[in-house]
């Protein structure tokens, strides 16, 4: 991040090196200049203003900072923004187009998956990648899949029936919308 | 025209979906940590790695050299503004900033403020602090052994480690009693430091405005006015012109009602620096340093006729409150409502008596959904029901059955003085043991063990006394606790309403708005609720121990019907007819002798603006407050079965029912969501979540990798029973809340499963949580283990 | 949870990756996953003065078999790719029952198996799979590569053997003589946590006699250890309760437990015994997880 400092007297300023990346961002391309050990989602909630992606422990526990790089679900605390360069970043603001909500985001309404919320965002991202992966999962498949997603108000058993909620309505959605696909590799879905 | 459809209107009983979600869902939450104001800047606090230790100096010279650092904060320059030191809410005094001792691992010695957090971090990092270091003491016994260190040396006549002596009952009357036993049955055990960890840490920004002298908090707090009151008394600031507000919370559970050193540290900084100063805590500062729960020993008996009857209970208890006593609870109970403890069970006689204690650990002790220590009451209570059942060869249910309260026995009185109005116990049980099918599952077990199989099939019924409390016997420092509504209805009826209290993720936004609709006929949809700015909501004592649906609900009953009497007014002026002579549907008023000619709410909304009877005050709005004549009591029946696996310890849960009476239910599905989250708190304690301490005053949990929250993996799945329903007979829609009741009965009904899976071998207790290597110990050397620090080592 | 501050090279070949190393010796760290690193980091408690970033770095994240059978993998292969291949699934029994293991599904998906190799976490999961196969780890410097076995690559916690201008480029599992057998249990109180035990048993079958036996332990003292004299009472054998217990007796005993608040050491030994009877015997599940 550019900062401006307040000239304090006569501390040693220093240089502090920055370096220039490029990334997208729900689609949308950035570019932005960064200090090396900023981490990936102090980028996403600070440097571009989106915070939907919350900071929920600092030892790579709880998964509410999960995000989608080129389709993983991944913990954005856990990586440097500068390793963002060159890939793809989605986070909850890019999981509904500008008239509709994603069926993840309808399934977590509709099946009460969420309370407080701040752990929801990373639990449909995660889910989303598991549905790119397997779009017909059991309940434990999902169970799986989110278990490196911790939530204190739920219990997970809502979780579980929004995430298969949203699976059941893409699966019956019409062949070509992005979500459906061959299983395998979810690297695969941007 | 005909009343309208209450469940489509979103009233009473329908599972409304929630107004909360629209945001949460989108990534739009508001929570502290996403708030930005301009030219805000960034605290981080530097904290003990000692457990107990004399400060001897602190250097702060390379910290304030690096760029991007504007303040640097120490306990001594706080002491010069009187801010050192703060009272807690149990009229003891807290350290804000260290001066002259640490007094536990991870307290706040100095702050930084820089213009990022990664600086103040580096800065933090650069303060040198000289200790030296004193013994700790991590239990109640260090504390109370003769010789021990005095770690409230800061305290004038403070000579020894002991908080209070407290105790409660008929001491002649339970002597009597045990006197007469055929059995006493006796149970010792540790209820172990728990933290309730809301996966959102406690943070503040402080905005202290010189051009208007007003402070400005947005903070994640359960109790803004509170906070309102503490911070006028701490930073000595006139109270109208401090504004706290709470927005967005990503949970509570108790963990944000105290008041922590950050916040202070925070305000006096915006006050020096005139600018935004916002502070985040990260999970380790979470853990090791904010309010945690129970941590409490528990030496009870039960005095029993071979019949299986109760005679009388006696408990004593050793609370550990860690370095200073800082809990919320109502201030004349020094160990909250624990005294609830067998309220359920018709015993004549009772004696509790409770010692508090200080030690080298976090301060705390009331929280994480515990009702005012009723999770530490529910559980001892169902443990000893365990073990006496267990000592008279009585089955479980049965010995509950004996003992139980009857339907026609309430308004009943317990030992302990509290007055349970309402319940049906033995429909409750019925039904849970109906639904985990209780005969098959014995054979079951018959069948396994004849095999070598362990299951194990575990009980806890409980009721608990929420809604604390009527004026004449509850206060948090003086203040009473009622709580309150505000309802403004517009002119086209829709409405905006504002409580005291503050959601958590309780979905208040939604379930407010239904007891609106039930009220007044007016959608839930067309009332917004807000909470938690105190420049608008009316004064309320805040969301903790399961109290907002029995208080502040029952405010917004009030007030809607408050609003209602207006309407009948206007009603009476549009259909031109006398009042007497108005009858009130839901969603319209008629007149009696002809139904047919009728005005809605809506109607009569547009009319206090436009067409008022002479001598009416124009508007339709009001405020109610609301103090609560008595206790709710909600009454659940927890069943969890378990098989364990005798070589390793492993436990798993085969099936848990859960019963719930919680009388009216507002939202089915909200009351479902809390019950489940309960119960997973519930698991989580029983299995695999505690702190501890090792010999040094190292915590031990004071991080995720330590402090071990299940995952979707490991969580059983529920099967959630709502048959029973009871109305509380003094709440204005019959509800008596939920929110805790699974954390506080639920834990019980785990170690009990496993418990009785071992019984053969004798064990009375393995505290918890019962970890594999515990259980094993348990089956394999056949002695009860305890889990109290110190944490046993090689050494 | 913020980092102190570092410079940042991300190369795109191995040998400008070496390069920076050579350059800046003992203050330079390989970041791949960064799954272990970045967290230490973020406690404060590595502080490096370089990170090379290897992610760029092409031709390094496979994973497959030789004609022969020897199995490679690259330094970028994520614990993901592991979880999800077939080819471990058919052809090797004790990576396929780990690889579920290793932490949570998203930290799956950035951390690898090379590098929690080189991070030598005495809780590590991998260093026992790869102990009990025999494989070795390939690393590459300025002065071309080089093949390190296992038992000789860490030595001590947090320590490995590699010059300080040596990458590793990948793990190499010998091909198997025999039929291979095996698995992996872990006594882990929930997904993600540290094993309070874990065991490692790789075998090889040649009609009913074990040709090659290898069985290494986590979490059960100050590095993984492998059990030599615990293989050894395989090795030549058929597979009987007599010959598996007596290398579950000798695995008991070639740990060296800790007692602390995962467990007393007795209880430890006892579940390495237990762990190595499971694995060896057909009755359990060699890819459940304990707890």
Not at chain 2, 155 to 174: H, M, R
Not at chain 2, 542 to 557: D, F, L, N
Not at chain 2, 659 to 668: E, H, L
């Amino acid at each position: 991040m550019t900062t401006v400092y307040d000239d304090l007297g006569d501390q040693d300023t220093g240089e502090v090196p920055v370096r220039r990346i490029k990334f997208t961002i729900n689609g949308v391309r950035k570019a932005a200049e960064v200090e090396p050990r900023l981490l990936l989602a102090h980028l996403i909630r600070q440097g571009l203003g989106l915070t939907g992606t919350h900071m929920g422990c600092d030892t790579t526990n709880c998964g509410a900072c999960t995000v989608l790089v080129d389709g993983r679900a991944i913990k954005s605390c856990t990586m440097l923004a500068v390793q963002a360069d060159g890939h793809e970043i989605t986070t909850v603001e890019g999981l509904a187009t500008a008239s509709e909500l994603h069926p993840l985001q309808e399934g977590f309404r509709e099946e009460h998956g969420l309370q407080c919320g701040f752990c929801t965002p990373g639990m449909m991202l995660a889910a989303k990648a598991l549905l790119a992966a397997n779009p017909d999962p059991t309940e434990e498949d999902v169970r799986w899949a989110l278990s490196g997603n911790l939530c204190r108000c739920t219990g997970y058993q809502n979780i579980v029936k929004s995430v298969l909620w949203a699976a059941a309505k893409l699966r019956s959605e019409p062949a070509g919308d992005a979500e459906s696909g061959p299983a395998g590799d979810p690297a695969q879905e941007a | 025209m005909t009343a309208v459809d209450e469940i489509k209107i979103g009233g009473l009983g329908a599972s409304r979906k929630r107004v909360e979600d629209q945001r949460f869902i989108r990534g739009k939450g508001n929570y502290t940590d996403d708030i930005v104001l301009p030219g805000m800047l960034h605290m981080e606090i530097l904290r003990s790695p000692l457990a107990h230790a004399r400060i001897v100096s602190i250097d702060t010279s390379r910290a304030w050299q690096i760029p991007g650092v504007h303040l640097v904060l120490t306990g001594e320059m706080m002491a010069t503004r009187n801010l050192a030191w703060m009272p807690t809410l149990s009229y003891d005094t807290q350290a804000v900033l260290a001066t002259d001792k640490v007094r536990f691992q991870g307290q706040e010695v100095a702050c930084v403020i820089a213009d990022d957090p990664y600086i103040a971090k580096d800065a933090c990092e650069a303060i040198d602090v000289e200790y030296e270091p004193l013994p700790p003491i991590v239990n109640p016994e260090q504390a109370l052994a003769d010789g021990a260190p005095v770690i409230r040396d800061d305290k004038e006549g403070q000579d020894s480690n002991v908080i209070y002596n407290w105790e409660v009952g008929d001491a002649a009357g339970t002597e009597r009693a045990f006197a007469e036993a055929d059995t006493i049955s006796r149970l010792r055990l540790h209820y172990p430091r728990s933290h309730p960890s809301p996966i959102e840490c406690c943070g503040s920004i402080a905005d202290f405005n010189r051009a208007t002298s007003k402070l400005t908090v947005y903070m994640t707090t359960q109790a803004p006015h509170i906070i309102r009151a503490a911070v006028a008394l701490v930073a000595e600031l006139p109270e109208h012109m401090i504004r706290i507000i709470s927005p967005d919370i990503g949970g509570g559970f108790g963990n944000k009602v105290p008041v922590y050193p950050g916040y202070v540290c925070s305000i006096l900084a915006s006050i020096l620096l005139e600018r935004p100063v916002k502070w985040i805590e990260d999970k380790t500062g979470n853990l090791i340093s904010t309010g945690f729960a129970r941590d409490i020993y528990l030496d009870g008996e039960l005095a029993l006729r071979n019949d299986g009857k109760i005679l009388g209970v006696r408990m004593h208890v050793d609370s550990d409150h860690g370095a200073f006593f800082s809990d919320a609870q109502p201030s004349k109970f020094k160990i909250g409502l624990l005294h609830s403890a067998f309220a359920c069970y018709n015993i004549p006689a009772g004696r509790i008596t409770a010692r508090g204690t200080y030690t080298n650990k976090a301060p705390g002790g009331v929280a994480y959904r515990c009702s005012f220590r009723v999770t530490e009451a529910m559980f001892f209570q169902e443990r000893m029901i365990q073990a006496a059942a267990q000592d008279l060869g009585m089955d479980q249910a049965a010995f509950r059955r004996i003992n139980l309260v009857s339907d026609d026995q309430f308004p009943f009185r317990t030992p302990f003085g509290f007055l349970t109005d309402s319940g049906q116990y033995g429909k409750c049980l019925d039904v849970g043991l109906r639904a985990v099918g209780y005969e098959d599952f014995r054979k079951q077990q018959a069948e396994a063990k004849a095999r070598g199989r362990l299951l194990g099939l575990g009980i806890s019924t409980m009721t608990e006394p929420l809604g604390a409390g009527n004026s004449r016997e509850y206060d948090i420092l003086g203040i009473k606790m009622f709580d309150s509504a505000d309802l403004k209805v517009h002119m086209t009826g829709k409405a905006i309403l504002r409580t005291g209290a503050k959601t958590q993720g309780q979905g208040h936004e939604t379930t407010w708005a239904q007891i609106v609709a039930h009220e007044l006929g007016i959608p839930a949809e067309d009332v917004v609720v807000e909470e938690g700015d105190t420049d608008t909501a009316p004064f309320g004592m805040g969301t903790y121990a399961s109290r907002s649906t029995p208080v502040a609900g029952a405010a917004v009953a009030m007030v809607s019907r408050k609003i209602r009497a207006k309407a009948r007014k206007l009603a009476a002026h549009l259909l031109e007819v006398s009042e007497e002579d108005v009858e009130w549907e839901l969603g319209r008023f008629y007149v009696r002798s002809a139904p047919d000619r009728g005005v809605t709410i809506q109607e009569c909304a547009m009319a206090a603006y436009s067409n008022m009877p002479d001598g009416m005050e124009p508007g339709l709005e009001n405020t109610a407050y609301y103090d609560p004549p008595n206790l709710t009591w909600p009454f659940a029946v927890y069943i969890v079965t378990v098989e364990v696996d005798p070589e390793t310890g492993v436990w798993d849960v085969l099936n848990m029912v859960a019963v719930d009476d919680c009388g009216v239910r507002i939202n089915p599905m909200i009351v479902e969501g809390q019950i489940m989250g309960g119960l997973t708190e519930a698991y989580a304690m029983a299995n695999m979540q505690f702190i501890t301490f090792d010999a040094e005053g190292n915590c031990v949990g004071s991080n995720y990798m330590d402090y071990l929250l299940p995952t979707a993996w490991e969580t059983p799945g529920y099967e959630l029973h709502s048959e029973v329903v009871t109305p509380s007979p003094h709440h204005p829609i019959g509800a008596k809340g939920i929110g805790e009741c699974a954390a506080v009965g639920g834990p019980a009904a785990f170690v009990n499963a496993v418990m009785d899976a071992i019984a053969d071998t004798g064990v009375r207790n393995i505290d918890m949580p019962l970890l594999p290597d515990r259980v094993w110990e348990a089956i394999t050397k056949r002695h009860d283990v305890s889990g109290a620090p110190p944490v046993r080592s090689d050494d | 949870m913020y980092p102190s501050r570092f410079r940042y090279e991300a190369p795109r070949s191995l040998g400008e990756a070496i390069s920076l190393l050579r350059e800046n010796g003992d203050e330079a760290k390989v970041l791949a996953g960064g799954q272990s690193l970045v967290p230490l980091m973020k406690l404060r408690f590595a502080s490096p003065e370089l990170i090379v970033d290897i992610n760029n770095v092409g031709g390094l994240d496979y994973h497959s078999a030789e004609t022969d059978g020897t199995l490679r993998i690259g330094a970028l292969c994520r614990h993901a790719d592991l979880e999800r291949s077939d080819l471990l699934k058919s052809t090797q029994p004790t990576m396929a029952a780990a690889a579920p293991l290793i932490a949570d599904p998203l930290v799956r998906n950035r951390g690898t198996l090379v590098g929690s190799l080189c991070h030598a976490d005495p809780q590590g999961d991998w260093a026992s799979v790869v102990t009990a196969l025999g494989g070795s780890v390939i690393a590459q410097g300025p002065n071309g590569r080089r093949t390190i076995a296992m038992a000789d690559f860490v030595t001590g916690p947090f320590e490995n053997t590699l010059e300080p201008d040596e990458i590793a480029v990948a793990a190499v599992i010998p091909a198997a003589q025999g039929t291979r057998a095996g698995g992996y249990l872990k006594l882990e109180r929930r997904v993600g946590d540290f094993a309070t035990v874990g065991v490692a048993v790789a075998i090889e079958t040649s009609g009913a006699t074990v040709t090659r036996a290898g069985i290494a332990l986590t979490g059960v003292g100050g590095s993984t250890i492998a059990a030599i004299a615990a293989a050894d009472a395989l090795t030549g054998q058929p597979l009987t309760p007599e010959t598996i217990e007596q290398a579950a007796e000798r695995a008991a005993q070639a740990a060296n437990p800790r007692t602390d608040h995962r467990g007393s050491a007795e209880y430890k030994r006892h579940m390495v015994r237990t762990f190595v009877v499971r694995l060896l015997s057909r009755d359990g599940d060699s890819a459940e997880r304990a707890a």
